[in-house]
């Protein structure tokens, strides 16, 4: 019996070799140079108490010991993030031009930028606190928000993310909100701009793709997508505007799809839920599905009818709309 589990792992590592060998581009032989996801997602919960002291992490933070922890945290930031930067830069496109010292130097100087901009992350971060609470009548509380809605929790990973992709880093960002999706269910691409006051109310299956812009005082529902009308050219379309452009003070109620590189949603514009937008909409216009046709049946207007799926009252709904 255990020549033939020998024999049969032999096989199942040589069919694995064969396979190494047809798919090499799926292998990484230079291991010490792959990031360490679990070193960002600690970066992330650090960046979370810097921003949001005494909400996590440590509690009951005096103002007399305030700004030793905010250096603690940094120096820990610092220290983890730096190397994680390091190992991403060598996934740059000009990385095979650089020296070995080159990679640690503009580490640094990467890091440090990043940090110099958390006061402004954290400034439009209160103001997504602020639109959020003020938008929402089941928000107790400022703090409520804080520690507990999904929303925050993705537009927190998203500004930060952003930061490092305005920075050219590879794949750290991408690492970050694809983390904050996995958390939350909301999916925003780092490379989305995104303005302040910013309220994601439920949040679950949202998708913001990277060349989004959203201005100021929007507010999103759970199952909206802002998405490319097209993807089929794939990499082609690496630097072409894809996704739509949101200005300012509009509102998309859930399951609306807005759709394509040249549809700008004018200021102060309503979009209802689940209206298919693939056309640019003036400012101030309200966007909404027709009312659909409700027909009801009684079981006795059923006759003799033997299906399973028949109740007391059997309702169909008809869809007819006008964008």
């Known amino acids: 019996m255990q020549k033939e589990n020998t024999h049969q792992l032999k096989s199942i590592i040589n069919a694995l070799m064969l396979n190494y060998h047809e798919c090499e581009h799926s292998i990484k032989y230079d291991y010490a140079y792959q990031l360490n996801r679990s070193a960002i997602i600690n970066v992330i919960d650090k960046l979370r108490q810097l921003l949001f002291p005494g909400y996590f992490g440590k509690k009951n933070i005096s103002s007399d010991f305030l700004e030793y922890h905010t250096g603690e945290l940094l120096e820990e930031v610092i220290f983890d993030l730096t190397k994680e930067v390091e190992r991403a830069l060598r996934h740059r496109k000009d990385a095979a031009g650089l020296r070995e010292e080159d990679f640690s130097h503009n580490a640094d100087g990467v890091v440090l930028e990043f940090l110099s901009r958390l006061s402004d992350v954290r400034r439009l971060l209160a103001s997504d606190v602020d639109a ?192």
């Open 132 to 323: 959020t609470f003020d938008g929402d009548p089941a928000a107790n509380s400022k703090d409520e928000v804080i520690s507990s809605y999904p929303g925050i929790y993705a537009i927190m990973v998203n500004r930060l993310a952003n930061v490092l992709y305005l920075l050219d880093v590879p794949l750290i960002p991408r690492i970050m909100t694809e983390y904050a999706h996995n958390i939350t269910g909301i999916d925003i691409h780092p490379g989305a701009t995104i303005g302040h006051h910013f309220f994601i109310d439920h949040g679950t299956g949202i998708v913001i793709g990277e060349t989004t812009i959203i201005g100021t005082n929007v507010k999103v529902y759970q199952g909206v997508t802002l998405g490319a009308l097209s993807t089929r050219d794939g990499q082609a379309l690496k630097s072409v505007k894809r996704h739509p452009t949101i200005e300012d003070n509009v509102t998309i109620y859930s399951g609306a799809s807005i759709l394509g590189g040249a549809t700008v949603i004018g200021k102060g514009t309503v979009i209802g839920s689940n209206a298919f937008v693939t056309k640019s909409v003036p400012a101030g216009t309200r966007v909404s599905m027709r009312n659909p046709e409700l027909r009801f049946t009684s079981k006795q207007e059923c006759g003799d009818c033997q299906d399973i799926s028949c109740t007391e009252l059997m309702q169909e709904v008809f869809w007819d709309y006008q964008i």
